[in-house]
């Protein structure tokens, strides 16, 4: 099992940043790719950004691309998603999740953590 551990969120203005961090511990050499989803109350939960745990291989949901970058520390197991040009619809809960080869809804998840962009 992977445990993943969020942080980072909080209250921004509109047009600011934060950077949200997720730490992997457990069985970490099992992760295929990690990945940000996001969720509003009273929606489907939907993909932010997500990338390959051990290469370069990048994806972005369209509404983010350009503004936020996912990132990755190897020494810490920790994957970061910079959020930049923050929308007041970008407010959402956000999740990190691990993908240990049997696709998201199988893998790990984070208990979520607020991100709220006022404007």
């Known amino acids: 099992q992977v445990q993943l551990v969020e942080s980072g969120g909080g209250l921004v203005q509109a047009g600011g940043s934060l950077r949200l961090s997720c730490a992997a511990s457990g069985r970490t050499l099992g992760i295929y790719r990690m990945g940000w989803f996001r969720q509003a109350p009273g929606k489907e939960r939907e993909f932010v950004a997500a990338?390959?745990?051990?290469?370069?291989?990048?994806s972005y949901a369209s509404f983010v691309k350009g503004r936020f970058t996912i990132s990755r520390d190897n020494a810490k197991n920790t994957v970061y998603l910079q959020m930049s040009s923050l929308k007041p619809e970008d407010t959402d809960v956000y999740y990190c999740?691990?993908?240990?080869?049997?696709?998201?809804?199988?893998?790990?998840w984070g208990q979520g953590i607020q991100v709220t962009v006022s404007s």
């Open positions: 999740t691990a993908d240990l080869g049997g696709g998201w809804e199988q893998g790990s």
């Open positions: 990338r390959r745990w051990s290469d370069n291989i990048f």
